[in-house]
C-alpha cells in the first residue's frame, strides 16, 4: 500500500481542535491519489479485521497525526480567559470489526508524551497526572456496536460505544461518540468526551499566575487506522509468556 500523505495547515494548538465534523473533513486530506487499486479492491471487501492505530500517518508537530489530548479552561493572571490543551503522540490500539459491528475497541495512550500550548505548564501536567506512577490512559468498549451498515469509502459515519475509561488507576463507564471516515484502507477516528477530570483523582495544577482552572474539560481524539492481521488467541499467549520470562 502506498504511503497516504496528510496535510493540515500548521495552526496554534489551542485553536486546532475543530468540531468533530469539520475536523473530520479536514484529517481526510490524505491524499486520495495515494490510495491505489490495490486499497479500492480492500474497500470493497468491507471492513472486516483488525484496525490499528498507525502513528506513521502524518506529523506531530503539525497535529495531522493520531492523538489523543485534553482541553480545559483556565483563567490567568495576566492572560486573562484561556484554554489549557495538552496532546500526546504516543497512541495505540485497535478497532476489532465483523460487517458492520466494531467487536471490540482498545485505545492506550502514553501520558508522558503529553505536551500543551504552553511548553511552561507540562511539568505541571505531569504531575496533575501523576505519569511517574500512572504512565498511561485507557479506553476499553464493554459491548459490540452495530454501525447499521458497512461504512462507504468516502462517506462519514458515527457510533456510540459503550466501555470504561481508566486515568491515574480510577475507572469510569461512559460512552464515546465517534465521528469516523474511510479513505480507502485507512480509517480516521474524530470526537470528543466531557469529562470531570478530578474524579479522576487528577489534582487540577496551581501557579502564582493561574487565577483558577475548571475540574471538567474535554478529552479529544484523532486516530488514524490501518487494517492488519488479527492475532489469533495462541499467539497473544505466546506473546504474554514472552513478556513474563522478559521480567
Known amino acids: 500500500m502506498n504511503k497516504v500523505h496528510v496535510r493540515i495547515a500548521e495552526q496554534p494548538l489551542r485553536k ?25 479492491e480492500m474497500a470493497a471487501d468491507g471492513i472486516d479485521g483488525s484496525w490499528a492505530v498507525d502513528t506513521t500517518i502524518g506529523e506531530f508537530d503539525d497535529f495531522s497525526s493520531s492523538w489523543v489530548g485534553f482541553r480545559v479552561a ?9 484554554e489549557a490543551v495538552g496532546r500526546t503522540p504516543l497512541v495505540s490500539g485497535q478497532l476489532d470489526v465483523t460487517g458492520s459491528v466494531i467487536e471490540n475497541a482498545l485505545i492506550e495512550a502514553d501520558l508522558t508524551g503529553v505536551v500543551s500550548d504552553k511548553t511552561r505548564r507540562d ?13 498511561t490512559a485507557t479506553f476499553t468498549s464493554s459491548e ?15 457510533a456510540s460505544v ?12 461512559v460512552t464515546l461518540e465517534l465521528q469516523g471516515q474511510r479513505a480507502g484502507d485507512v480509517v480516521v477516528v474524530v470526537g470528543t ?7 479522576y483523582g487528577v489534582t487540577m495544577p496551581s501557579a502564582p499566575i493561574v487565577v483558577s482552572v475548571e475540574d471538567s474539560g474535554d ?18 499467549a505466546d506473546d504474554a509468556e514472552a513478556d513474563d520470562s522478559e521480567e
Not at 193 to 199: A, E, I, K
Open 219 to 236: 478529552l479529544e481524539w484523532q486516530l488514524f487506522l490501518t487494517r492488519g492481521e488479527e492475532m489469533a488467541d495462541d499467539e497473544l
Open 16 to 40: 486546532l481542535f475543530l468540531p468533530a465534523a469539520i475536523a473530520l473533513s479536514a484529517a481526510l486530506v490524505v491524499g486520495v491519489g495515494a490510495v491505489n487499486a490495490q486499497d479500492d
Open 193 to 199: 468526551l466531557p469529562v470531570d477530570f478530578t474524579s
Open 162 to 173: 459503550p466501555g470504561t475509561v481508566t486515568i491515574r488507576d480510577v475507572s469510569q463507564d
Open 123 to 135: 511539568d505541571a501536567i505531569q504531575r496533575a497526572l501523576g505519569t511517574g506512577e500512572f504512565p
Open 144 to 158: 459490540p456496536v452495530d454501525l447499521g451498515a458497512v461504512p462507504v469509502d468516502g462517506e462519514p459515519f458515527s
Open 74 to 82: 483556565e483563567v490567568l493572571s495576566p492572560g486573562g480567559d484561556l
